[in-house]
């Protein structure tokens, strides 16, 4: 009995009144974008960025129990945040989301 609610803590945490919160969809979004970014960034030799650019991923991994996002949740956001840069470039990701993802960290020190 113990077991299972450790097990679903992480799920209360996520997911308020059984809606997925919007400080929730904000902290997925900049985990895929960071996830993104930590990509091409390691791809193309950037690797102080790409140190940097993991442990802002990490903040906010840290800032919930584990397992609080979703392996999944965390894929499929990365498709979509992939499908809008193909529409507006790759500003989508270092623009908006990054200021995004700023703001979140800066919030929860």
Known sequence: MLLLIFLL?????AFHDGKITEDYKKEKKCIA????????????????????????QNKLYLMHPQSHFPTKHIQAEKVLIKAEMKKQGTDYLTEDLMNLCQSLIEENP
């Open 9 to 13: 803590i992480p799920n209360i945490y």
């Open 33 to 56: 974008a960071l996830s993104i970014a930590r990509d091409v960034l390691f791809d193309n030799g950037f690797i102080d960025k790409y140190k940097l650019a993991t442990s802002l």
